[in-house]
Antibody, heavy 122, light 113 residues
Framework: EVQLVESGGGLIQPGGSLRLSCAAS????????MNWVRQTPGKGLEWVSAITGSGGTTYYTDSVKGRFTISRDNSKNTLYLQMNSLRAEDTAVYYC???????????????WGQGTLVTVSS | QSALTQPASVSGSPGQSITISCTGSNSDVGGYNYVSWYQQHPGKAPKLLIYDVTSRPSGVSNRFSGSKSGNTASLTISGLQAEDEADYHCSSYTSSNRNTLVVFGGGTKLTVL
């Protein structure tokens, strides 16, 4: 059974940094691209970032490019999101999401973690 | 404002069918057959219901079906059941921005009366 468990969220002041982690199990982690998707409380979903299975290629939505860095450690089956220069509008529940197939990146998300809440506020 | 437009809410009675629309543009919904639908119960993570416009993952009920016409995709739920009450989100691959791979709709709250 696929399991994705996020951690690292919390309350952080504007301008601060936070690193999210997503521990994966139940599948061959290195074969699948992984994503971060966020959801503002009571609002819709927003794709944030994706990384290929090897970790060689990364993608970011415009609003986080230059501030967030996605990475993965395939030896530890763990996905990361380093978030710097945080802003109030980054406040959201952050989900890690596994691609549905081994061939796609940032397209369709077959399994999701339970999410971790990031609150950016002074 | 979300890139894809969904109605904020829909409702139906048990046993009825409902349809949720998802309107985009030629750069996303209309240009590619990469539309997905997700179901999200309160406090839970989204669950993939439909991918590639019409396909269902293993284990998803055949009461859920997807379609597309032009720039609008649709999710139909037939034989409504109480447990279908949830939020539904559509997404699509997009070519409108070289940095953004996928866009979502704002979500639709389904109420089973």
């Amino acid at each position: 059974e696929v399991q994705l468990v996020e951690s690292g969220g919390g309350l952080i002041q504007p301008g601060g940094s936070l690193r999210l982690s997503c521990a994966a199990s139940g599948f061959t982690f290195r074969n699948y691209a992984m994503n971060w998707v966020r959801q503002t409380p009571g609002k819709g979903l927003e794709w944030v970032s994706a990384i290929t299975g090897s970790g060689g290629t990364t993608y970011y939505t415009d609003s986080v490019k230059g501030r967030f860095t996605i990475s993965r450690d395939n030896s530890k089956n763990t996905l990361y999101l380093q978030m710097n220069s945080l802003r109030a509008e980054d406040t959201a529940v952050y989900y890690c999401a596994m691609e549905f197939t081994v061939t796609t990146v940032g397209e369709k998300f077959g399994s999701w973690g339970q999410g971790t809440l990031v609150t950016v506020s002074s | 404002q979300s890139a894809l437009t969904q109605p904020a809410s829909v409702s139906g009675s048990p046993g009825q069918s409902i349809t949720i629309s998802c309107t985009g543009s030629n750069s996303d919904v209309g240009g590619y057959n990469y539309v997905s639908w997700y179901q999200q119960h309160p406090g839970k993570a989204p669950k993939l219901l439909i991918y590639d416009v019409t396909s269902r993952p293993s284990g998803v009920s055949n009461r859920f079906s997807g379609s597309k016409s032009g720039n609008t995709a649709s999710l139909t739920i037939s034989g409504l059941q109480a447990e279908d009450e949830a939020d539904y989100h559509c997404s699509s691959y997009t070519s409108s921005n070289r940095n953004t791979l996928v866009v979502f709709g704002g979500g639709t709250k389904l109420t089973v009366l």
